[in-house]
């Protein structure tokens, strides 16, 4: 049960933090004065597609969403999902919709003349979101791309309702065979509490890798009446 519930949550959201980014950077085109009318309709329709995308996965329960993809889509005419096929892809479009604001809002905040400098030279949008924005931009958001794994591993407990083997599930089986609810329930509320905490944990170390060292001292030294700053890491330096 916890092996599968890791397995959907890390899955989820790999996946969707892949969607969110394909459709931040898409949200995030913007045209000159000059482009094309058709550009202009394109972006604006890819635009208004993107943002109901956004809106109902944004705007509905994840338990309605799997219950509509597992059994919508062999009712239209698709091919019936297994469990945890069908699991990974809702846990991964709904985490994409959220992502895509997440990405959004961290592309929006890297400084616009980095931009406008790298449009400047020739750069396509997609060249300077990946050589330029996105590199900072992942950085800054890594607390929320952690904080959605949080609750991918929680509300993968909503997938019970097609059935997937998932934690919940387990203990929910457990307890109506054993008719112990009290303490299925309270076990498998320490197991989420166990894991949640461990994961957290460990995202707060990467961030902290990923942040760098906190400890450094300005030097300064003043020679041919010109100043010079030195940063140094006290962390590296040699007694």
Do not use: C
């Not at 519930?5 to 995030?28: D, E, K, N, Y």
């Not at 894991?195 to 990467?206: C, D, E, G, H, Q």
């Amino acid at each position: 049960g916890a092996g599968m519930t890791m397995l959907i949550a890390i899955s989820g959201t790999i996946l969707g933090f892949l969607i969110g980014l394909l459709v931040g950077i898409a949200r995030t085109i913007e045209l000159g004065p000059r482009a094309p009318v058709w550009k202009r309709a394109l972006v604006r329709l890819l635009n208004a597609v993107l943002a109901i995308y956004i809106e109902v996965f944004r705007g509905t329960p994840m338990m309605v969403q799997a219950a509509v993809i597992f059994y919508g889509v062999p009712y239209m005419g698709g091919p019936q999902l297994g469990q945890l096929q069908a699991a990974i892809l809702i846990v991964s479009i709904n985490t994409g919709a959220y992502m895509a604001e997440i990405v959004r809002g961290g592309i929006i905040s890297i400084d616009r003349g980095q931009t406008e400098a790298a449009r400047s030279i020739g750069m396509t949008h997609w060249q300077t979101m990946v050589s330029v924005v996105l590199p900072q931009a992942v950085r800054n958001i890594m607390p929320s791309i952690g904080n959605e794994f949080v609750v991918n591993i929680k509300d993968s407990s909503v997938l019970n309702v097609i059935a997937v083997t998932e934690l919940f599930f387990q203990a929910k089986s457990a307890a109506g065979t054993y008719y112990r609810y009290f303490e299925s329930y309270v076990i498998v509320a320490v197991i989420y509490l166990i894991l949640t905490f461990t994961v957290t944990r460990i995202l707060r170390l990467i961030e902290k890798k990923m942040d760098g060292p906190d400890n450094y001292v300005i030097y300064g030294s003043q020679s041919d009446s010109r100043a010079s700053i030195h940063v140094v890491d006290e962390t590296r330096r040699e007694v």
